[in-house]
């Protein structure tokens, strides 16, 4: 598909409407805009014209707004036409632009493809980009209130914020690069560690803050794991305070997952149960140990329901070899209504009884706890995991520099470092994005944004 070339289409949602926009975005619009409305649009001017197909049949009645590049939206120049928003109307239109506009190349939009225009224009970086369409996606007020404000820079500024500091000291670094280590002075040392301890610091407030945001706007997987019969579906239905499973006395009661989704202080908790962990010959209940072993792999948190009575039979053990290292294991003792007194042994993990409730409470703390989430983050951005692993990488080269001045400084090493750690933070922004990872982000989008 060609580039650069006049893109246009419909800009509002698909269906009937009070109105539609037609947006078409290129270098250079004069002619098609003579040849659709025969004359010459004043920019940022609102103008009510007619709109007239090639067998001089009028299409409709249009307002018109010409913005003229580079002040406009993608950087070039853009006409928005806003017609009556029925479907075959707008079809019309964009039928009637490509038409008119076969000399200068116009052709439909791709997914993305003006704001893309607009980020590849310097308009705006990635993460406004991004932020652009999570406003159009959200679901809460709270989430397009962090795109709003992340679309206006709010996350830019900070990144831009580190990634100047990283700059200055790499000039620093690089200045003295030339010369023997001895020449560098105990000052100028001091001077490289401290600037290198505040970047580390701000990466990791930028990362923790990252953290958060994205446990807020995804949620988070909870899997109840352990021994048949240990009370994990009677878990799951007092966490949901509601009869989601099955629940008996009978041990190989759950065999297929069944998932509840709860709220603790805002965070969704999506709760999966699985069927009990143990030899089973049975076809079904082997079926459903396996699907447990699957959920167990993608939970952000495993849940280890062990009956106090009755202890856990190594299936732990198995657990925890199967699990990658992000994931969290919290240990359940259950059914402390069955016991007599608090046993010592329950130390490592929490005493609860889904019969009663005790324990539940402390629970969904230790839940929160365990993701690090913080409940008071007023500063909320609109993230995703692309950008909070570039920082953790750039987090990560910054700690090999620091290591790298505990006793000789290597210059060389902490350059490098430094550059490297520039780049991941330049990947979210989209100074040093790749041409595929461009793509992926964009076709992500809806046509006409
Ligand atoms: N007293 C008491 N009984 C409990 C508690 N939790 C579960 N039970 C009982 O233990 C038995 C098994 O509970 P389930 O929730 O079905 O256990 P499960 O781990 O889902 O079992 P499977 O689905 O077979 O793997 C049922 O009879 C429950 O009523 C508890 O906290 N206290
Ligand atoms: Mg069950």
């Not at 550059?419 to 989209?430: D, Y």
Request: charged share 25%.
């Amino acid at each position: 598909m060609l580039k650069n070339v006049p893109i246009v289409a419909i800009a509002t949602a698909h269906g009937s409407g009070g109105i539609g926009i037609i947006r078409i975005s290129g270098k250079e619009l004069l002619p098609l805009m003579l040849s659709l409305f025969k004359k010459e649009i004043k920019e940022r001017t609102v103008n009510y014209l007619t709109l007239i197909d090639n067998d001089q049949e009028i299409i409709d009645n249009v307002i018109v707004i010409f913005f003229k590049a580079p002040r406009s939206f993608t950087g070039e120049d853009v006409i928005e036409i806003q017609c009556h928003g029925g479907m075959v109307t707008q079809h019309q239109i964009l039928d009637i632009c490509i038409l008119k506009g076969k000399d200068i190349g116009v052709r439909l939009a791709n997914p993305g493809e003006f704001t893309k225009r607009s980020f590849l224009n310097g308009k705006i970086d990635l993460i406004q980009a991004e932020a652009i369409s999570d406003l159009i996606n959200s679901s809460s007020i709270a989430a397009a209130r962090s795109s709003i404000k992340t679309m206006s820079g709010s996350l830019s500024l900070v990144i831009n914020d580190i990634s100047n500091e990283i700059i200055n000291l790499r000039v620093l670094l690089e200045a003295n690069l030339d010369f023997p280590e001895e020449d560098i002075t105990d000052l100028q040392k001091k001077d490289i560690y401290v600037s290198l301890v505040s970047i580390k610091s701000k990466l990791s407030k930028l990362k923790s803050k990252i953290k958060n945001n994205l446990i807020l706007k995804n949620g988070i997987n909870i899997v109840l794991t352990g021994r048949p019969n240990s009370g994990k579906s009677s878990l799951l239905n007092a966490l949901s305070e509601e009869e989601i499973a099955i629940v008996t006395p009978l041990a190989g009661t759950t065999r297929d997952k069944v998932s509840n989704a709860i709220y603790i202080k805002g965070v969704m908790v999506n709760i999966i149960d699985t069927a009990g962990i143990r030899h089973s010959n049975n076809l079904i209940e082997k079926k459903g140990i396996e699907k447990s072993w699957e959920a167990i792999e993608n939970a952000d948190i495993v849940l280890h329901v062990i009956d106090s009575n009755t202890g856990d039979d190594n299936t732990e053990y198995y657990i925890n070899k199967k699990i990658s290292k992000k994931t969290n294991v919290i240990k359940i003792y259950n059914k402390s209504d069955l016991l007599y007194k608090k046993n010592h042994d329950y130390y490592d993990g929490i005493l609860v009884s889904s019969k009663s409730g005790a324990g539940l409470d402390f629970l969904k703390k230790e839940i929160l706890k365990k993701i690090e989430y913080k409940t008071s983050d007023e500063d909320a951005f609109s993230t995703r995991e692309r950008h909070f692993h570039a920082v953790q990488e750039a987090l990560e080269h910054i700690e090999i520099a620091i290591s790298y001045t505990q006793e000789n400084l290597f210059l060389d090493i902490l350059a490098e470092e430094l550059r490297l750690s520039h780049c991941n933070l330049c990947e979210i922004t989209g100074q040093f994005t790749s041409e595929d990872m461009l793509e992926k982000i964009f076709s992500s989008f809806c046509i006409g944004k």
